[in-house]
């Protein structure tokens, strides 16, 4: 692939990339109003057309690694394994 092939390939990107990052913001905005209606309503489920909209609070538990590798820094150390992986970026 030649250098002008290359760089024609990165501009389509970032131009589908900025299309994506759009279409999500405007996604988000309309998912927001829901939330407004529903908070509104004071209703945690909603009936509009053939749909059922859910917003509800999930609790969730999590080990915190920041306060064992406090506490215990020799176990912790005694279990990290490490992992490899590839980044793909564009500058």
Same mark, same amino acid.
């Given at each position: 692939?030649?250098?002008?092939?290359?760089?024609? /390939?990165?501009?389509?990107?970032?131009?589908?990339?900025?299309?994506?990052?759009?279409?999500?913001?405007?996604?988000?905005?309309?998912?927001?109003?829901? /939330?407004?209606?529903?908070?509104?309503?004071?209703?945690?489920?909603?009936?509009?057309?053939?749909?059922?909209?859910?917003?509800?609070?999930?609790?969730?538990?999590?080990?915190?690694?920041?306060?064992? /590798?406090?506490?215990?820094?020799?176990?912790?150390?005694?279990?990290? /394994?490490?992992?490899?992986?590839?980044?793909?970026?564009?500058?």
């Amino acid at each position: 692939m030649s250098t002008f092939e290359m760089t024609n /390939k990165i501009e389509k990107l970032k131009a589908l990339e900025a299309l994506i990052a759009e279409a999500q913001k405007a996604a988000d905005e309309i998912r927001d109003e829901i /939330k407004s209606e529903m908070t509104r309503r004071g209703t945690e489920e909603l009936e509009a057309g053939q749909y059922i909209i859910r917003w509800t609070a999930v609790l969730t538990q999590r080990f915190d690694t920041t306060a064992f /590798k406090r506490a215990l820094p020799e176990i912790y150390k005694a279990y990290l /394994k490490q992992s490899a992986s590839r980044r793909f970026a564009i500058v």
